[in-house]
């Protein structure tokens, strides 16, 4: 099984937003919108999107919104 882990993060590497699915579809269109809604100042100040997989649940975040 791949699921797909959305993480909104700051310079520091804090994760302010965290969406797992296992949904393909699902997850780049959420991917899309974490890097639409990143501002120019926060992308000039280090924040990025990330879009990444892993093959378990135990391996997603503890603070992730988990759909399915």
């Not at 949904?23 to 926060?42: G, I, M, P, R, V």
Request: glycine letters at 2%; one cysteine or more; hydrophobic letters at 35%.
């Amino acid at each position: 099984m791949t699921i797909w882990i959305n993480e909104q993060v700051d310079p520091s590497g804090m994760i302010h937003a965290c969406i797992a699915s296992c949904n393909e579809q699902l997850a780049k269109d959420c991917y899309q919108s974490f890097q639409d809604n990143l501002t120019t100042q926060q992308k000039s100040d280090g924040w990025e999107a990330r879009l990444r997989t892993v093959e378990s649940w135990d391996e997603v975040p503890v603070n992730s919104l988990k759909l399915s």
